[in-house]
């Protein structure tokens, strides 16, 4: 994700920039981009750390308030706990394969399930504490390969789905109860789900089908599809703006963005340009004015930057592509604070 070591200091009664945290999980970084810069500020270099290259960095999450960020390691089976000096402060270790994260907007909880790399992976859900960064319940999903991620703006429910066999749980946080919803049809290994910031909607993109599933999750923990979409080959992490209310859906063969309005079910424009080489993970500035997606550009689509990876910033007003920010080696999983996280309701 990141390079160099610069630390930031915000001057007094200055607003800290936003910040974006981008994993390069093909060499063991994370790059630290300032938002409003547009510029990588940082380059956290794991191996300086004690990790090995191949340690994995896979996503990130952070705190509203940019006090710490966390990132999985699918290498080294560890979840790490980040200052807003990019400073290890905590860890944990032995949790299988970790993939996606996600934070509970009402409680102390960081949600952890498993890398879509792993054949095998344990079928749990992680319910860890922040403060201790200790795992306090592990929720069987029963189906294999857990991945698909997300949790209400309200904190009372999370969701995740399988990678294999198109069944999706919805759990009560408080209870750790669970209900099962089973899609008919072709298999769509969903990749991670988007939710509306009122939490009645809720997106996941089909790896295999190509189609944007758009759930009703008023009755959670069950979900009913409402929608589906057809955008573009192999959808990844897609983002809903708070502003708009607009979805964003990288689709990774396609090297393309599909703008979707969620609540007209409908695909309303689909960006293309130089730097978007298969695309990845997605994330909003505050205002929702910029778009930043990360590119694994493995097959070296984005020519100028080599076996390096891209976060390419895109205007939402005009579409545009404005800037093509290179970073490290496979950038995967981005995750920011000061962006557009859930707001608790």
């Not at 547009?38 to 270099?45: F, K, S």
């Not at 592990?138 to 294999?164: C, D, E, Q, Y």
Request: aromatic fraction near 6%; hydrophobic fraction near 35%.
């Amino acid at each position: 994700m990141c390079a160099g070591l610069v630390l930031w200091h915000p001057a007094a009664g200055q607003a800290p920039s936003p910040r974006l945290y981008v994993c390069n999980q093909g060499e063991a970084t994370v790059s630290v981009i300032d938002m409003d810069a547009q510029a990588v500020t940082e380059t956290v270099d794991l191996t300086e750390r004690g990790f090995s290259e191949n340690a994995k960095p896979h996503h990130v999450v952070a705190e509203p308030d940019g006090s710490h960020w966390y990132v999985t390691l699918i290498g080294a089976n560890t979840i790490l706990k980040f200052n807003q000096e990019n400073e290890i402060v905590d860890r944990l270790d032995g949790f299988e394969v970790p993939g996606l994260l996600s934070l509970d907007p009402a409680k102390d909880v960081l949600y952890a399930g498993r890398s879509m790399s792993a054949v095998n992976p344990p079928k749990s859900l992680g319910m860890i504490d922040r403060s201790s960064m200790e795992v306090t319940t592990r929720v069987n999903t029963f189906f294999p390969r857990p991945h698909p991620l997300a949790v209400t703006p309200n904190g009372k429910h999370a969701f995740i789905a399988s990678l294999a066999t198109n069944q999706f749980m919805g759990v009560d946080t408080e209870t750790q109860d669970t209900e099962l919803t089973r899609l008919e049809g072709a298999a769509q290994t969903p990749v991670q789900f988007a939710m509306t910031p009122d939490g009645s909607r809720m997106i996941v993109g089909g790896q295999k089908t190509g189609q944007l599933l758009i759930f009703d999750t008023s009755q959670a923990p069950s979900l009913s599809v409402v929608d589906t979409l057809q955008v573009g080959q192999q959808p990844w992490h897609p983002v809903i703006s708070r502003q708009s209310g607009l979805a964003y859906v990288p689709n990774k063969m396609s090297n393309s963005i599909s703008v979707v309005d969620v609540r007209g079910a409908s695909v309303v424009a689909t960006i293309r340009g130089n730097g978007l080489a298969q695309p990845h993970g997605a994330a909003l500035s505050p205002d929702g004015r910029h778009l930043f997606v990360s590119n694994n550009n493995r097959e070296g689509t984005y020519a100028p930057s080599g076996e390096k990876g891209t976060v390419t910033v895109i205007d939402t007003q005009t579409r545009e592509i404005v800037k093509v920010i290179e970073v490290g080696a496979y950038p995967s999983g981005i995750g920011t604070w000061g962006g557009q996280q859930p707001l608790a309701m």
